[in-house]
């Protein structure tokens, strides 16, 4: 089992509609996830960080925690095709003495005028 | 505003060449991060250094890859001897420093070995 899994994509959405992003991790210790972005040809860019369990808002975007379903999720509200680009989740793992933070393989969005 | 930068942004090489990439963390931040990219695995991490001193280097082939930071400005990654199967982009990452994991990337350094 990977440390953390996302379903490739690509998820497809029409512009406007609500994208959903799913992630799952097999570290119950770990503490702190992320949401990066990355446009194809660039480097990843942190959109999103949440610690807690719940919901986080920030603009169009909402990241979700459930630390006992071991699952985050990024929803993306009013889908634009500026969004389409691959989206990294990142976990802490407690590993060797220390945290690092262990990425997915991503979710490519492709948001359809 | 504030920016990780790299050099060289692409590098091609021959097998069995030594290959230096360089990487200026953001002013202030004491945590710097080397990824590797491809397609087939993702975003691996390759090593990790924290006020200058490598913490986790076990994600890096530790006969040909070397990482250093010779001081709080600059973070070298370097291969030698280089491969094929080295081909990859390679990404810096800075951050703030412990809790904070919220890692900033730079533009990513892309080398192919042919």
């Known amino acids: 089992q990977k440390e953390v899994e996302q379903n490739s994509g690509p998820l497809s959405v029409p512009e406007g509609a609500i994208a959903s992003l799913n992630c799952t991790y097999s570290d119950r210790g770990s503490q702190s996830f992320f949401w990066y972005r990355q446009y194809s040809g660039k480097s990843p860019e942190l959109i999103m960080f949440?610690?807690?369990?719940g919901d986080k808002e920030d603009g169009r975007f909402t990241a979700q925690l459930n630390k006992a379903s071991q699952y985050v999720s990024l929803l993306i509200r009013d889908s634009q095709p500026s969004d389409s680009a691959t989206y990294l989740c990142?976990?802490?793992?407690?590993?060797?003495?220390?945290?690092?933070?262990?990425f997915g393989a991503g979710t490519r969005l492709a948001v359809h005028p | 505003d504030a920016r990780v930068t790299q050099t060289p942004r692409h590098k091609v090489t021959e097998m069995g060449q030594e290959v230096t990439m360089r990487c200026q963390p953001i002013l202030g931040h004491n945590t710097v991060f080397w990824y590797r990219q491809t397609m087939m695995q993702g975003l691996e991490l390759l090593a990790y250094f924290r006020n200058r001193a490598p913490l986790d280097d076990s994600g890096m082939p530790k006969d040909r890859f070397s990482a250093e930071m010779p001081d709080a400005t600059l973070a070298t990654l370097k291969i030698q001897p280089s491969e094929p199967r080295d081909s990859a982009v390679y990404f810096c990452?800075?951050?703030?420093?412990?809790?904070?994991?919220?890692?900033?990337f730079g533009p990513g350094t892309r080398l192919t070995v042919t």
């Open positions: 990452a800075s951050a703030p420093g412990n809790p904070s994991y919220e890692q900033y």
């Open positions: 949440i610690y807690s369990n």
């Open positions: 990142a976990v802490t793992l407690f590993s060797g003495g220390y945290n690092k933070l262990i």
